[in-house]
Structures are given as C-alpha cells and as structure tokens.
C-alpha cells in the first residue's frame, strides 16, 4: 500500500471528542448509543485495515475515511482501493448477530426490528462519487461492495447478487484484489491526492453535545479503560479501576492533546494544571509543556503550541 494521507483509519473527530466526553459528563441515552456505534464502526475499519496489512500490495493505492461532498450533499468512503483500471469503493460494516432479507429490507433475527439498509446508504455513495470522478474526467470502473467484517455476523436469505462480502469472504476479496492488481502510474497517485484534498475535515452533521468546560470532570484519564489516573510516586501515574501505569509526561501530554481537542485555544501552563488536577506541583506541568511544546512569549499572556514535526 501507498504510504500517503489517510492510508489507515483514523478515528473521526466526532469520535474523538464523545471519547473525551464520555468519562467527563453524562450523555444521554442517545448520545451514548451514537458514541457506541461511531467506536464499534472504526473498530471494524481496523480490523480491515490488519488484514490488508497481512496481504500487502505494491499495486494499488488505500484510502480510509474520506468525507467528500457533491452536489451540496455530504458522503463518506470508508475505504477506497485504487487499482490499475478499477476503484473498489468499500462501506465496513461491524454488524454483529443474524440479519435476513425480504425483498430490499432488513430485519434483525429473533426482534424482526427493520434496520436502515446498508446497500441504500452503498448506492447512495457511489451515485455522488460517480459525480465526482466525472467532474475530475476520470474514466474508470467503481465496484461498490459493503464489507461484513465481523465472524459473529450472519445474513439469512441473501441473493447471489448482492454486492456484498461476508466475513468466511475477506480474506479471499483481499487475495483477489492483489492477484489482479496491476503497476500503477502517476495518474493514480494524482487521483488520490486530489481526493484526499477535497476531503472535509469535519461533518455540517456531526451529533455532538453541548459541554462547558466548568461542567465536565477533570483529571488525566486512563487510555485502556478511562477511568481517571492517580499518582504513584513523581514520575508516574496509574489507574485504580484496570492497573494501567504510565509516565507522568507522558499522561500530561494527552491531556493538552484532549483538551486542545474539545476547546482548542491558546495553551497555558494555568490551563494545563487546573485541566489535569492531580499534578500538584504547578512548576512540574511547565516543566514538561516546555520539554515537549514551543513557548510563545508575550509576557503574563505567553503560551504553547505544538512542535512542529
């Protein structure tokens, strides 16, 4: 695989941000189950990517999370595969439990509850990526398929014809795609950075909730379980609820990464201690924000930002 931009999943910033909400405020109901399905969907865009990682090709170019806009209308790729003459378009699905069809809908086994269908939104996606590739005189194929990542997933009365790749299926998608793959030009490496540069950086419809900083939890949370950490001596931290130990540096420094995340503005050592609340020792947060941040001075109004790599 190409090593450019967006060649692996990354975690939407909707995600990133009910992540750090989850353990700092009560979401709703609602909210909770959106947080769910946004980190049980990135989970299986992994679990995707490790395959494609354990059958490598030179020969084609991979794309993960491309949000894309035609016709004023918002759609996203999970993951894009660019071959010689051909662009596999891929929605991931993470599905667990027995599914079945009647007709073109889709019910759960055992509940008979309809789910929305997933080869509309699959569809949906191709018809405006056409647009787009029309709009860039690309002249090429797009296979769209809806790729079933989880074993625990079963889809009763299925049609042959359905564009879809079951889980006992991937393997063998992923060993095709290489077989068949051919030398790629400049012109396909073209393509994806264009598309890679019309991607949008956030959704007009993102379902985040209202959060102030004076309602939300302080402390450095745990990066296994969330919970929040506790000193254990002055150089590292550990976690009461699964045992996770880290450095103190190295928690601070998620912190500035978490709350620059959810109120992104100028960073001070003020902010930073007050946001973690378990390092006591003022001096030691500006210890390690000038360790591993550029200071800015402008005097009693100096600040940090981020090294540049």
């Avoid at 596999?88 to 993470?94: A, R």
């Avoid at 797009?142 to 625990?152: A, E, L, M, R």
């Avoid at 939300?216 to 001596?233: A, D, H, M, W, Y």
């Amino acid at each position: 695989m190409t090593i450019i931009p967006h060649n692996k999943p990354m975690p939407p910033k909707e995600l990133q941000i009910l992540t750090s909400l989850h353990p700092r405020m009560k979401l709703s109901t609602t909210e909770k189950q959106n947080y769910e399905n946004l980190h049980k969907g990135f989970l299986g865009e992994l679990k995707f990517y490790d395959l494609l990682c354990n059958h490598p090709s030179t020969n084609q170019i991979t794309l993960f999370d491309l949000l894309l806009e035609s016709n004023n209308t918002e759609f996203q790729i999970d993951s894009l595969i660019i071959n010689q003459n051909t662009i596999f378009s891929l929605e991931i699905k993470n599905f667990e439990g027995d599914f079945y069809l009647e007709g073109d809908k889709w019910f759960v086994v055992g509940s008979g509850k309809e789910i929305r269908s997933p080869l509309l939104q699959l569809q949906r996606t191709e018809y405006l990526f056409k647009q787009i590739l029309q709009k860039l005189h690309v002249n090429m194929t797009i296979k769209p398929y809806i790729i079933f990542i989880n074993d625990d997933f079963t889809l009763y009365q299925a049609p042959i014809a359905l564009p879809a790749i079951f889980p006992t299926q991937v393997k063998r998608f992923i060993n095709k795609l290489n077989a068949n793959s051919r030398k790629l030009t400049a012109h396909h490496t073209k393509l994806a950075k264009k598309l890679i540069s019309m991607h949008l950086e956030e959704s007009a419809h993102s379902r985040l909730p209202s959060y102030e900083y004076h309602q939300l939890q302080k402390g450095i949370t745990c990066r296994t379980c969330s919970e929040f950490l506790s000193p254990i001596n002055k150089m590292k931290l550990k976690c009461q609820g699964c045992g996770y130990e880290e450095a103190v540096d190295y928690g601070v420094m998620r912190s500035v990464a978490e709350f620059n995340l959810l109120f992104p503005k100028k960073i001070t050592t003020s902010q930073i201690h007050e946001w973690c609340v378990v390092i006591s020792s003022k001096r030691r947060i500006r210890e390690i924000l000038l360790r591993h941040m550029t200071l800015i001075r402008n005097g009693r109004y100096s600040y940090y930002v981020f090294k540049k790599i």
